[in-house]
């Protein structure tokens, strides 16, 4: 017999999903498409990524599945909106110069990780999947950078509070140009396993995080606010950061392409 596919929105996903026999769960947020399903003391997943411009896919035949065997009756399935381990690097689609001796607080969007556990929230962590596909990317020099993702991101002086762009957190970010020279900006290093996520009206937020540059050789401080975004909503706390240490600390977040290795400019 052929099994039904209830289709599970974000929004309802912030609570624990009792998975039942015959039904095939399809779960979207953004590219990401998720089925699972239920069967004889296991439970089964499989994922594509996907633009949805021409509508939800199908579950795809021949599917590739994930099993996972447990004790009977542990059915539960509780999915978290996590940022992901590594750091991503954010290319802005516009770059712009910030002036010496001067700051500004931008916002950019990240695209959210899912975490799948069995259980509620203390469960067992089964899988994380993102929602968007990103590349991977080198920031720093050969000695002493390493390794992240990249996303190419808008940025703006105003925060954009469209609801259909869920599966994208918002990041506030606070620059402070301490340096005797204008700051270009077309490429931050952001250390997103140190912030946390926050429900707040119809997006998903980060709390702020506030880079000082000093100068092209110089590292600079960098601190997490440790709390939600100042603004008339109410927000609750979705995911505590992955890395739980000091709220501030030293670090490169800037770098020109002139600056990456290899280039040879």
């Not at 289709?7 to 609570?15: A, R, S, V």
């Not at 447990?70 to 689609?93: C, H, L, M, W, Y």
């Not at 980060?206 to 603004?231: L, V």
């Not at 240490?245 to 670090?251: G, H, N, T």
């Amino acid at each position: 017999m052929k099994k039904a596919t209830q289709t599970m929105q974000l929004e309802n996903l912030f609570q624990p999903i009792q998975l039942e026999k015959d039904i095939c769960y399809h779960v979207n947020s953004g590219q990401l498409h998720v089925w699972l399903e239920q069967g004889m003391n296991e439970i089964r997943l499989t994922h594509i990524h996907q633009d949805n411009g021409a509508g939800a896919p199908a579950l795809p035949d021949g599917a590739d599945w994930t099993r996972w065997a447990f004790d009977d009756g542990q059915s539960i399935i509780t999915i978290k909106p996590v940022f992901p381990e590594r750091a991503i690097v954010i290319t802005p689609e516009s770059s712009f110069w910030l002036l010496k001796s001067t700051e500004a607080t931008i916002y950019i969007r990240i695209p959210l990780w899912l975490r799948f556990i069995l259980g509620g929230e203390k469960g067992r962590t089964l899988t994380e999947l993102p929602t968007r596909v990103l590349s991977n990317t080198w920031f720093g020099s050969f000695s002493e950078g390493e390794l992240c993702l990249w996303h190419l991101s808008d940025v703006s002086r105003t925060v954009d509070r469209s609801p259909e762009k869920m599966h994208l957190v918002i990041c506030p970010l606070h620059l402070i140009n301490l340096s005797e020279e204008d700051l270009l900006v077309d490429r931050i290093c952001l250390r997103v396993n140190r912030l946390k996520m926050y429900h707040g009206g119809e997006n998903l937020w980060s709390d702020t995080t506030t880079i000082n540059y000093k100068g092209k050789n110089e590292k600079g401080e960098i601190s997490m606010s440790g709390k939600a975004p100042d603004s008339d909503l109410e927000y609750t706390l979705l995911s505590a950061p992955r890395h739980r240490a000091r709220k501030s600390f030293v670090a490169k977040s800037f770098q020109t392409l002139k600056e990456l290795p290899g280039l040879g400019f």
